[in-house]
Each structure stands twice: as C-alpha cells, then as structure tokens.
C-alpha cells in the first residue's frame, strides 16, 4: 500500500541541465502515476530561455546564434506561459505532485505557488504581491512611491497532465538578471525584472531560500516539512 496523499518528498539538487530537469520531472511523474504521494524538485539550472507551449518565437530580444555564443541554451516546452530564463542564483521548483488527492484544481495551484513565493519573501521582509493578469510574484523596489510599477521577481508556468503536475516556478534570489536583457520576459513588454539580492542589497544563502519554500509550500498543503539539506532527500509528512 503506498504512502497517503499527505506526504511528498523533498529532494533538493545542485545545478543541472535544463533536459535533466526534465528527464527527472518525468520520472518522478511516473512514480505518482504509480501511486507515489507527490514530490517536490527543488534545484538551479544551467543558462537557458524556455518557451512555453502557447508561445511564438516573436519575444526574442536577440538572435539566436547570439544566445547561444553566451552560452545559453533555448529549449520549448510543454509547459504554459511565455519566454522566461533559468540561470545559476535562482530557486527552481517542480512540484509533481496529483491535484485531486491533494483537492486543488489547477487555477488554485497557480494561486498556492504564488502563495508560497509572497511567503518565502515575507520571511526574508520583502512585501511581494500578485498582479492580476499575470501569473507571478511581483514586488516594489522602492517602497516610498506607491505608484511605482512593479518588478517581476518570480515566473510561474506549470503542465498538468492526467491530474498530476510538472514544471512549476522560478525565484531571482541571486540571479543575474542581464540574461533577460535576451528576451521578452513573459511576453510582457517593458517588464522590470528583480531579484532578492538586488532588493536586499547583499546575496542570499539559496539553501534557506529553498528550506522556506518548501515549508511554505508544505503548510499550504496541509502537510508538515522536515527542515532541508542540499543534496539530501527528506520526507515531508503530514
């Protein structure tokens, strides 16, 4: 009899290939599939621009012989949202995890995972916030004027096949953020792109980042989060 519902695996890895990720994420899918509780990939990626499903190629912002002389590579996927860019210094989570065991439909899911990303920046005393109309997180850099547009500092796109997820969200904790100079980031023209270093004036320790984000994320699903060791597989049960 497998495990219940209520319990889902942290795994926590170092930077990987954005291809790797998605041969992990399948395989762990496969394992729900199989009647696995869910798990929760938390790791960086290598440079790399992703396109998703929905998307044209029209939000390039330089071509693509230039993109990948930097070093970085561009793969589309099947996952929804527009262009966006992983790199090194910033927080990747693929929950996979089966929505009707945990009773969420796939727009609450978007919701919690934002949920979790305003949370996992409120601890570290950010004020983050939605903007409706686009999936995201989205903060203020200069909190005395109100009437400042606000900065995109975490993506969000996720699949959902046969009930269970993949993909997910990414946070800028301390990305560099001159890659999305390369794109239109989420399709959105003139967005302003953030990060939590660039915000709190210092580089953050992406380990306790994730170490939050995973608690976060645990709570809101009613489940209970051992604390976090990079490279090291925990379990995270109700």
Known sequence: MGKMPSEIEVISLGTVRYSEGLKLQESYREKVKGGAPGYLIMLEHHPVITNGRFAGDDNFAAALNLIEERGVEVHRTDRGGDLT??????????????????????????????????????????????????????????????????????????????????????????????????????????????????????????GEVADTFARVFATLLSAKAEPLNCLEKRSARA
């Open 85 to 206: 860019y992983h790199g090194p210094g910033q927080l990747v989570a693929y929950p996979i995890i089966p929505l009707r065991q945990f009773k969420l439909r796939p727009r609450y899911y978007i919701h919690l995972l934002e949920e979790t990303i305003i949370k996992t920046l409120n601890a570290y005393g950010l004020d983050a916030q939605r903007n409706p109309g686009y999936p995201g997180v989205w903060v203020c850099e200069n909190t005395d004027k109100a009437s400042e547009r606000p900065a995109k500092i975490a993506s969000i796109g996720v699949s959902v096949k046969n009930g269970i997820t993949s993909h997910g969200c990414a946070l800028n904790v301390n990305t560099d953020l001159s890659y999305f100079s390369l794109i239109v980031p989420c399709g959105i023209p003139g967005v302003e792109i953030t990060s939590m270093n660039k915000l709190l004036g210092k580089d953050v320790e992406l």
